[in-house]
Structure formats: C-alpha cells, structure tokens
C-alpha cells in the first residue's frame, strides 16, 4: 500500500490545559465554466496549497499556513477553493472530444437508467439487460463511425472517383491510382484507402488509452488495515440506497480497458469487412480466380464472422463493478482482441491487393445494406431499451424520473440520431465536393453514383423535424409568455413598501418563466427523440424500397409531392452542410482558443461527469479525479487537525461534493456539513438519474448527513429545491433547503440601493445575505455537535490508497 497525507502530531495545546474550538474551513467548488481562484475567494494573489495544474486548492496567500495559527480564525471559517475546471478544458486536444459527442451521449444513457426494486431478482435481471443494451447500442456507434470513415475513403474516393478518369482528370493527386498503373486495381486502391479508417480507429484507441491512464486508473483510497477508515471504504455513506457512495464507483480501469479492446477490434473488423466483401464477390463471380484466392476469402469471411462474435461476447459478458475497486484487467481480452483484429485487418488488405486484373469498378459498394441494418439494429435496441426501462419504472414509480423512466431511452436515441447525422453529413459533404454540386444520385446510373442512398433520406428528414421541433418551441414559449403575463401582476407586493413598476415587475417574472422552462425538457426532448425514431423509420423504408433517392423516387408522383422529395433533400443537404462546417469551425476554433474551449468545456461539466460505463471512446469522467480528490482532502484535512469542515458547492459543483461526501467514512462525516446553492441536484440530476440522485439516495444522503443547507433561487434555470426529493420527515433536524431567494435582492432605486439590483438568476449566490448567515449557522451546528462528545478525530491515520486484493462478486443489479 502507498501511504497517504503524512500523520501530523496534534498541536502543542492537545497534549494538556483548555482545548480551542478546533479550526474551521470552507471548502468552495465551483460550477460549469469554471471560476477562477481569485474569483472564488476575491483574492487577486491565491496560491495552490496541493493539487497540479490540472486540478488544485487554492487559498488566499495570507491563509496559506492557517493550521498553524488557528487562533487568528476565531469565530470565522479558513476559505479554501477546488479549482476543475481544466479537467474539462485544459489543452488543445480537448478540441478532439467534439468528434466523440455522440458517445457521450449513448455514455448518458447508462445512467439514466431507472432504479430497481431492492432484493428483487427479476429486477436484478432487468438492470443487465438494460446495461448490456446500452453497451450494444455503444458499440453500433463505433461501428457506424468507422463505416463512415470507410464510406468516404473507400467507396467515394478509392472506388468511384479513383475509377472513374472525369474524376481523376480535375485531381491529379490521385493519378498514380488511376486504371492502367499498379495502384489502379480496385483491391489495391481499397487497400491503401483503408489506412484512413484504420488511423482513424488508431486515435480513438489512443485518446481513450491516454485519458484511461490519466483518470480510471488512478487507484481509489481504500479502508485502513488497522481499522481506521478511508474515503469510500466500505462504511461510505448511503449504502444499498446511494449507489454512489460504493467503494467502486469511482473506478472504472476494467471495464474502460475491456471496452477499449472491444471497440478498437470492432473497429478494425469494420475496415477489414469493407475491404473484404468487394474483393470476395469478385472472386466468386470472376472464373478466372484461382481456387486458391477464393479459398483464402472463405477463410477470411469466417475468421471475420468469428472476430466479430468474440467482439460482441467480450461486451454483453460483464458489467460495471462498483460494490468494490476492481483492480483485475482482463489481459487476454485487452491484448489479443485489438492484436488479432490488426493481424485480420493486415491479411485482409494483403488478398485485397493480390492481382486481379479484370476487376474494374463500378456503382457503388455495399453502403445501403450496412448503415440500413445498423439503423434497424439501433432502432430495434431503443424499442428494447424503452420496455425494459418501462419494467423498471413499474416497479419504482415513484421516482420522480424524467419521461415516466424513458429518459434513458430518449437519450440514447438522441445519441443515435446524432451519430447518424454527422457520419451522413461527412460523406455527403465529401460527394458534393467530388462532384462538384451535382445531386447525388441523380440522375440513375450517373458516373460517380455518390454516397448510399439511406444518407440522401436521412438529410431529407431533416427539414420536417426542425419544423416540428419549431412548433414545440412555438407551444412551449406560448406558455411561457402566459406565465410570465401572470407571474407579473403579483411580483410587486413581494417587495412590501416598493411602488410598483410594470416595466420592472415584467423583467422579474419573464427571468421566472425563463427559468421554469427547464421543467418542461424532459417531455422536449422526449417528443423530440419520438419523432426522430417515426421520421429515421421512415427515411430507411423509403431508401430500402424504392432504392433512389427521395427527389427520383417521388418524381413520378404528384408535382407537388415530388416538389416537395426535392425541396427537402437539398435543404436537409445544405442544412447538414451548414451543421458540419460549423462544427469543424468551432473544432478549430477551440483548437487554438482557450475561451472557446472553456465553452465547450461547459458542454463536457454535465456530459462526462458520468464513468464511461458504456463506451470507451467518450470524453474522459473528470469525476473520477474530481471525487477522490475532495474526499481525500476532507478526509485528510478533519484527521489532521480535527477541524469543522462546510463543503460549499455552486451548480455542477454541488453534485461533485455531493459525490464526495457520498465517498466520506462516517467519521470525517460528523465533521463535515454540505452548503449547496443554484444545485441541479434534485432539478436535473434527480430527475434525469433517479437511480443515482433520485429520492431514495438524496434522502439516505439526507439521514448520513443532517448538516445540509440548500439555496435556491425561482429565477435560476438550473438550480433547484431538494425538498421534494427527501420528503418530509427523511432526516433528522432542520429541513434541507432555504429559498426560494429574493432575486432581485432589490426592487427598485432607494438610498440603500440608488442603482437597480441585478437579476442574478443562476450566479453569485455568495452575493446574498443568506449565504454566509447558513454557512456560519452550519458550521455552529458542527460545534455543538462536537461539544457534545464527538470523538477528536486528530489521531487517526490519514488515508491509504486501495491495494488489489480478491475480489467477491457483486451484489445483484451492482454490475450492470
């Protein structure tokens, strides 16, 4: 075992005569976007006391050796900051993590899942094969990727274009492929442009390697041999109830590692089938192969069959584990799978590139039939995800979870439709650029046919669903506006003694009905994902039986549904366009710019708290530093000096200490007291991952921790009221929230505010009265608590990092 924070002897004033108040801190973390230390603690010179670069505490310099002279904090607590934010937008690689969105999405899914009736084995049995679903749905992703990686670089350039001499003619860099020279053969043109897809796989894997090794392979603090206790030991907070508070949780090194593997094989037998199908017809079509080449492609169709097998086994076989750290790595899985796959892919490109010189290209390659079954096989895993989603509900109903426990399933098929839209829009950029502004695909049997078929029906979807999404917005603004008109008339006689002022009052209300909005997204996104899987069911119908594109297969219709076909695929194409370079633009931008990569580092704040339980290609769970990082200075700080501690969080920085107390041993847990404001908590959290944050784990958070305090604002889009998740009676003392705020803190212009007050709606809640008056009150209510008998915690041992150790198997349901 490596040694934690070194045992600091208590201070001379132990060892005999009157004990002091122990010391106190504050513990501030912030939200999304990420305040800078010297914003947090309104100190233009802090100074990082631990931490890196990545991640740090900072104080005030003049507070740096506080320990050593508590007396100079009487009756005020030590103000100390947790700074993040880099974790979701350090270097310029972040800029990368935009191509793995959809990932994260699908990543999402997982946790969204309803939770399951405890002691329940058909239950058991439905949270694996909600997680198993989630996980197939994951590696169809990756798949559909590379397919579109090989759909650009093999069938639009190394078979069309570089077969076809008009295409060739206006390119001279890709002469030397042209029909006649020794790259001119389809196979060995297939072959060299696989190397595109194969690199792009070859990324994947290594960005996932390098955040595997920087965040999931960070050993957790485990219990003390001699019975002392640690950060997310096995008396960590909430038990069964609070699945957050397992040792585990937080330490995902095997099953990322297994998926990794996984998905890279996936990803490489992709590139080799698409390599390999053409190269097989034509050597079972073509009399003059030998019997040898032939056999050599049977035997690659079957090796191909059987990689593919292994790969889907290696992710529906396990799980998640989090009753404990799992240190174990499958070696075998992790080595061979991605090994062997390279090895097929190597002899695969090798019979491709064997001579055939009667082969001549022509039409397209087989792009229809595969993205039309990795969109059936997406829908049909939705559909399934949704009944067992559905089952899981019926057994919890109340939950509170978001789309009556579909929120898992809406999400996963944004995830899909988002997958599905940027690999569609790549190619059809890149056969717009091919064919320079021709159609593709008209008319029939044009020279470069251009991409599948599907990808043409999938971008004319595209108009009817922003009309409709238009009109929820229309619907969902509508209401808003009556609200506010209402919220209007009664804002005035909150503020006794103030003349009314419309214009002032209208401000108010319309910052209140803006911010309820946020209670409307669940059944927004869910009509959202609804029409997505009716129009994408649509699209693939009509690519798989007329065969045309939507302008020529309604050509023959009535003029004004064929005018119609045309007009929504080339606005769905131009739409794509727009969306795609935009999205490259933005990529660059954030490449070369730290603000704007801090503003998609917001988007990273609430996508990748979550592990990456499903897939291994998403961005990186900064939790998995963020959490052990908190805990162990809670725990390190209060076994140190035997102080009071208030973890202090704003927005996204509430669910993180909220976590980290999770991880807390009882022990540092009576030392420590959760000041949450503008928390998405019970709002968001709650609602989008009941089994993580619904009632049942908020109200054992509630009973483990009966110093919480809760401030929220009814202007704050994001934060909300705890409350309701903990029911009434759910813990002991005082009730958990405080609010809703006045915001503004002032109505209107007096001599004590001759300038009108800003709408602070989801910032600077430190700004308010309330906020130090709570802090001061909970940090009072520790005292007591400690005058009362609790143990000084000044003797024990600090923490320990996790050694392997054998592992038990895990509770039902722990291992979805």
Same mark, same amino acid.
């Not at 029909?179 to 894997?205: D, E, K, M």
């Given at each position: ?7 600091v ?20 973390v ?22 890196d ?11 740096a ?5 508590p007396?100079r ?11 993040w934010?880099?974790l ?6 972040r ?7 959809p990932?994260?999405v699908?990543?999402?899914?997982h ?11 058909a ?39 570089a077969g ?7 390119r ?23 190397l ?21 392979s ?9 019975g ?24 995902g ?12 094989a ?7 089938? !698409?390599? #390999?199908?053409? /190269?097989? +017809?034509?050597? @079972?079509?073509d009399?003059?192969? %030998?019997? $040898? *080449? =032939?056999?050599? &492609?049977?035997a ?6 059987a990689g ?9 076989r ?9 240190h ?6 992790i ?12 002899a ?9 010189p ?14 039309g079954?990795?969109?059936l ?6 559909? !399934?995800? #949704?009944?067992v /989603?559905r +089952?899981l509900? @019926?057994?919890a109903?109340?939950? %509170?979870? $978001? *789309? =009556?426990?579909l &929120? ?11 997958g599905?839209v ?18 593709p ?10 991409p599948p ?5 999938q ?11 238009g009109?929820?917005a ?18 005035a ?7 009314p002022?419309?214009? @002032?009052?209208?401000?108010?209300? %319309? ?6 909005l ?10 959202v ?5 009716l ?15 939507p ?11 064929a005018?119609a076909?045309?007009?929504?695929q ?16 933005w990529?660059?931008r954030?490449?070369?710019?730290p ?5 998609i ?13 499903a897939?291994?290609?998403?961005p990186?769970?900064y ?6 990082d908190?805990?162990w ?5 209060t076994?140190?000096?035997?102080g ?14 909220a976590?980290a107390v ?11 007291a959760?000041l ?12 989008w ?20 305090r ?28 405080l609010g ?16 009108p007050?800003?709408?602070l ?9 309330a906020?130090?008056a ?15 008998g609790?143990?000084?915690?000044r ?13 038990r ?8």
């Amino acid at each position: 075992m490596l040694e934690g924070p070194p045992r600091v002897p208590p201070p001379p004033h132990t060892r005999g005569g009157p004990v002091p108040d122990p010391l106190s801190l504050e513990l501030l973390v912030h939200g999304v976007a990420g305040a800078p230390p010297g914003e947090l603690l309104r100190d233009p010179h802090p100074v990082r006391v631990t931490g890196d670069s990545t991640a740090a505490v900072f104080r005030r310099a003049e507070d740096a050796d506080a320990e050593a002279h508590p007396g100079r904090y009487a009756g005020r607590p030590v103000r100390e900051a947790y700074c993040w934010s880099r974790l979701t937008s350090g270097n310029g690689a972040r800029a990368l993590w935009l191509l793995l969105l959809p990932f994260m999405v699908v990543n999402l899914a997982h946790w969204a899942r309803p939770p399951a009736r405890a002691r329940d084995k058909a239950a058991a049995r439905a949270v694996r094969t909600y997680g198993l679903l989630v996980r197939v749905l994951a590696l169809s992703l990756t798949v559909l990727l590379v397919a579109a990686a090989c759909e650009v670089a093999l069938d639009l350039l190394a078979w069309q274009c570089a077969g076809n001499s008009a295409c060739t003619a206006s390119r001279s860099w890709l002469g030397f492929a042209e029909p006649g020279r020794w790259w001119g053969q389809p196979g060995r043109r297939l072959a060299l442009g696989a190397l595109v897809p194969a690199a792009l796989t070859g990324l994947l894997w290594y960005l996932s390697n390098r955040t595997w090794s920087a965040y999931e392979s960070q050993s957790p603090p485990a219990a003390e041999p001699d019975g002392g206790a640690s950060p997310g030991g096995p008396e960590a907070a909430g038990g069964e109830d609070a699945p957050l508070g397992r040792p585990g949780f937080w330490y995902g090194r095997r099953i990322v590692a297994r998926l990794r593997a996984a998905h890279t094989a996936a990803g490489l037998l992709t590139v080799a089938v !698409a390599v #390999a199908v053409p /190269a097989v +017809r034509h050597d @079972r079509a073509d009399a003059a192969a %030998g019997p $040898a *080449l =032939r056999a050599t &492609g049977w035997a690659l169709g079957a090796l191909l069959a059987a990689g593919a097998a292994i790969v889907l086994w290696v992710v529906c076989r396990r799980g998640r584990s989090e009753a404990r750290p799992d240190h174990r790595l499958d070696r075998a899985a992790i080595t061979l799978l991605p090994g062997g796959a390279l090895a097929l892919l190597a002899a695969v490109l090798l019979h491709a590139c064997w001579s055939r010189p009667g082969w001549v290209a022509a039409g397209r390659l087989p792009g229809d039939f595969t993205f039309g079954v990795l969109m059936l096989g997406q829908g049909g895993c939705v559909l !399934a995800l #949704a009944l067992v /989603a559905r +089952r899981l509900h @019926r057994g919890a109903p109340r939950t %509170g979870a $978001a *789309l =009556r426990g579909l &929120g898992g399933p809406a999400v996963a098929m944004l995830g899909c439709a988002l997958g599905g839209v940027m690999s569609g829009g790549v190619a059809q950029r890149v056969a717009d650029w091919i064919d320079g502004g021709a159609t593709p695909g008209t008319p029939p049997g044009a020279a470069f046919p251009g991409p599948p078929v599907l990808l043409s029906w999938q971008a004319a979807v595209l108009p009817p669903l922003l009309i409709a999404l238009g009109l929820l917005a229309a619907g969902v603004g509508s209401r808003a506006a009556l609200d506010r008109r209402r919220s209007a008339a009664t804002v005035a006689a909150e503020y006794p003694g103030e003349p009314p002022d419309a214009d @002032r009052s209208r401000k108010i209300a %319309g910052a209140r009905a803006a911010a309820a909005l946020t209670d409307s997204a669940p059944w927004f996104v869910g009509a959202v994902s609804g029409i997505t899987l009716l129009l994408g069911t649509g699209a693939l119908a009509g690519a798989w039986f007329t065969g045309r594109v939507p302008g020529e297969a309604a050509r023959d219709t009535q003029p004004l549904l064929a005018a119609a076909a045309r007009a929504a695929q080339d606005t769905g194409s131009w739409l794509i366009g727009i969306g795609i370079a935009a999205f490259a633009a933005w990529g660059r931008r954030a490449y070369r710019d730290p603000a704007a990569r801090r503003t998609i580092g917001i988007l990273w704040d609430v996508g990748t708290f979550w592990p990456r339980a499903a897939h291994p290609f998403a961005p990186p769970c900064y939790a998995e530093r963020a959490v052990p990082d908190l805990a162990w200075r809670m725990t390190a700080w209060t076994a140190r000096t035997g102080g009071r501690l208030v973890i202090s969080g704003h927005s996204q920085g509430s669910v993180l200490a909220a976590a980290a107390v999770w991880q807390l041993p009882p022990a540092t847990r009576r030392r420590v007291a959760l000041l949450t404001y503008g928390s998405p908590l019970a709002r968001l959290y709650g609602r989008w991952f009941p089994d993580c944050f619904g009632p049942g784990p908020l109200a054992a958070l509630h009973r483990d921790l009966d110093c919480w305090r809760n401030l929220w604002r009814s202007t704050d889009p994001i934060g909300g009221p705890i409350g309701g998740a903990v029911g009434a009676g759910a813990g002991e003392g005082d009730p958990v929230d405080l609010g809703p705020l006045r915001d503004p803190l002032a109505y209107g212009r007096s001599p004590r505010d001759p300038l009108p007050a800003p709408i602070l709606r989801h910032g600077d809640y430190q700004a308010d009265p309330a906020f130090d008056a709570e802090r001061d009150a909970l940090l009072a209510r520790l005292a007591a608590a400690a005058r009362a008998g609790v143990p000084d915690t000044r003797d024990l041992p600090g923490p320990r990092i996790s050694a392997p150790r054998p592992e038990r198997a895990d509770p039902p349901g722990t291992g979805a």
